[in-house]
Nanobody, 125 residues
Framework: HVQLVESGGGLVQPGGSLRLSCAAS????????MAWFRQAPGKEREGVAA????????HYGDSVKGRFTISQDNGKNTIYLQMNNLKPEDTGVYYC???????????????????WGQGTQVTVS
């Protein structure tokens, strides 16, 4: 049974930074697409960034390119989302997802991800 646990959310002022972590436990494929999604109040959940763990291939949503960086620590089975220059529109619940598709278009398909975390709140105000 795979479990994903997010941490690192909180309240930050505009222009500030946060780093989110997602720790995976249980059996998970080493060649695996892991991603961050977010859901703002009253909006649909959207893709933020994705990482193919076997090749360090990354994808980013247009609104976060140049500000957010997704990375991994293989030894800890953990991925991170470094968020810089945060804006109020980055506010939302951030979810970690695993075992999805990592193609240029496929990484945002939420139905393709097998596992999801419970989410961590990020508030920029």
């Amino acid at each position: 049974h795979v479990q994903l646990v997010e941490s690192g959310g909180g309240l930050v002022q505009p222009g500030g930074s946060l780093r989110l972590s997602c720790a995976a436990s249980g059996y998970i494929y080493s060649r695996n697409c892991m991603a961050w999604f977010r859901q703002a109040p009253g909006k649909e959940r959207e893709g933020v960034a994705a990482l193919y763990t076997a090749g360090d291939i990354t994808h980013y949503g247009d609104s976060v390119k140049g500000r957010f960086t997704i990375s991994q620590d293989n030894g800890k089975n953990t991925i991170y989302l470094q968020m810089n220059n945060l804006k109020p529109e980055d506010t939302g619940v951030y979810y970690c997802a695993a075992e999805g598709l990592c193609g240029v278009l496929g990484w945002t398909r939420q139905s393709e991800y097998a596992y999801w975390g419970q989410g961590t709140q990020v508030t920029v105000s």
